[in-house]
């Protein structure tokens, strides 16, 4: 559960070499905390797995767009996936280069589009006719040629949480594998666009490898069909997706994830693109919490604490589970705890039935935290968000300072004549 770069030393637990009570004392909480190490790690294991091929690793920027955490890939040399104009910036903001960034996203902006083609991007991954027409319009406007690639929905049920599966027929992502053909050789006619590459991504958090090689398979019928007709494609972009472990359930790792893949692909020599999100970044996170009080009705134990749902939203959106520990194990008897948050929703929980040694004050770790928990995270009930820490073997460095209250409110205007 605990992964490279967290550990308990006796009975605490360690960020690196930063016993994380002092953290808590320092900065407060709630808390996110990351590991470089952790991050750099698992990005390397991409590295090494596709080491034999022509590849590009595109970091899902949304899993985690703190700037740092995009610094530490970037110096890594890794290539960005972004889904709006906004990402785009940060990326630039923290190193990343624009020729290693491609674009997804199911509804660009002509903003976005115009922006990306300025800054120069590897790739845009279209989603629909419509889109690749807008697009070629947007280039030839701006005297440019924009790389593309057609993003194709397989079909392919990727057999986890219905939000997070993209690659069905009746999703909203992508352009259906029977009509992509005809799409490619109008692509070619158009002005403006030039097909380089195919593009998939079939959902998130994926605990076997069986869909994604049935989606390699019907990829390379549609790239063989292609050939026939003279289309050649640079690099086929096989998205994000890969699971982790939250709990002890089987996962598979990114090496055999990588191999399996690469196995079906012997004898062709086409750039492999990758846009891992999840499996890079979330373990290498915690969110530290702690209890504010407990409370005990006739069938339950509730555990009080300072973070909720706006902090760390998994738990109420996709009833997901995350691992919640003690940062310093103690002595005692323990309960089944429901622990939840300040905020007024029954939504609002962390983890429900969790056998835990619990008093007030105590600093909980909620362990896998390092994706989709940031930035998902909202001011609903006013709350500031969490400051962001990351770890560098013995520096905590705040990667984000705490919001403040009065910048909630910071763009509102009262009505003028509530002012006399
Ligand atoms: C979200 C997303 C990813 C990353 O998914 P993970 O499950 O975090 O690896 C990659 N590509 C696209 C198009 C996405 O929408």
């Given amino acids: 559960m605990i992964e490279d770069g967290f550990e308990r030393r006796a009975q605490t637990l360690f960020c690196e070499s930063i016993n994380l009570e002092h953290l808590a004392s320092t900065h407060g909480t709630p808390l996110y905390v990351y590991s470089r190490r952790a991050i750099e790690r698992a990005y390397m294991r991409y590295e090494t797995a596709l080491a034999a091929r022509r590849h590009l690793i595109c970091y ?18 890794a290539g960005f996936d972004i889904v709006s104009g906004g990402e785009l910036e940060r990326v630039i903001a923290a190193g990343g280069e624009p020729s ?114 049935d989606t390699l398979e019907r990829l390379l019928v549609l790239i063989e069909a292609l050939e026939q007709e003279g289309i050649t494609l640079e690099h086929l972009d096989l998205g994000g997706g890969l699971g982790v472990a939250y709990g002890n359930e089987a996962m598979p790792s990114v090496k055999d994830y990588i191999d399996a893949l690469t196995a079906k692909l012997t004898g062709r020599d086409i750039a492999l693109i990758f846009e891992p999100g999840r499996s890079i970044v979330a373990m290498a996170g915690i969110m530290l919490t702690r209890v504010n009080s407990l409370k005990s009705t006739q069938d339950k134990h509730f555990a009080l604490v300072d973070a909720a749902m706006n902090d760390l939203i998994r738990p109420a959106l996709y009833s997901a589970w995350q691992d919640i520990v003690p940062v310093t194990q103690r002595e005692g008897e323990s309960r089944r705890w429901d622990v939840v948050g300040p905020v007024c929703e029954t939504g ?73």
Wanted: net charge negative; glycine share 8%.
């Fill in 60 to 77: 899902a920027v949304k899993a985690n767009s703190n700037l740092a955490v995009l610094n530490c890939l970037a110096r890594l040399g």
């Fill in 100 to 213: 290693k960034i491609v674009f997804s996203g199911v509804c660009k902006s002509p903003e976005d589009m115009r922006q990306a083609l300025t800054a120069g991007i590897r790739c845009f991954n279209v989603e629909s006719a419509a889109e690749l027409h807008q697009l070629s319009a947007i280039a030839c406007e701006e005297n440019k040629i924009a790389p593309i690639s057609l993003r194709v929905n397989p079909d392919v049920d990727a057999r986890t949480h219905p939000y997070i599966s993209t690659g069905l027929k009746d999703n909203k992502f992508g352009i259906d594998i029977a009509l992509a053909p005809e799409l490619y050789r109008q692509a070619l006619l158009l002005e403006g666009v030039h097909p380089i590459g195919i593009d998939c991504h079939i959902g998130s958090q994926l605990q076997s490898i069986g869909p994604f090689t």
């Fill in 348 to 420: 609002d929980f962390l983890g429900k039935d969790r056998q835990l040694i619990l008093s007030p004050g105590d600093l909980l770790a909620v362990t896998g935290a390092g994706a989709y928990g940031f930035v998902m995270a909202s001011n609903y009930n006013s709350r500031p968000r969490p400051a962001e820490i990351m770890v560098d073997n013995d520096t905590a460095h705040v990667v984000r300072t705490r919001e403040t209250r009065s910048q909630l409110w910071a763009g509102e205007q009262c009505l003028p004549e509530a002012i006399q």
